[in-house]
């Protein structure tokens, strides 16, 4: 049952992330001015490589800590 309630907790975290992510995304790009076309990537990068750090956090914590737990 604790199992359960931490995956869907962290599969929740995840979804959150992403949507956040996604509207990031979205704001940066609300204008496009070609002057200001590698600034915008620059963000949209940044944004993605946090939200993918995140994740990657989330995953290896929550979802990756209950196997190793398992294994002992």
């Not at 994740?55 to 914590?61: D, G, K, P, R, Y």
Request: proline share 0%; charged share 15%.
């Amino acid at each position: 049952m604790n199992q359960s309630i931490k995956k869907i907790a962290s599969i929740l975290l995840i979804g959150i992330v992403i949507l956040v992510t996604i509207v990031s995304i979205l704001a940066i790009w609300d204008v496009i001015a070609l002057e200001r076309v590698f600034w915008k990537t620059s963000q949209s990068l940044f944004v993605v490589f946090i939200s993918a750090v995140v994740i990657l956090f989330i995953s290896s914590v929550v979802i990756n800590g209950n196997e190793k737990k398992k294994m002992e």
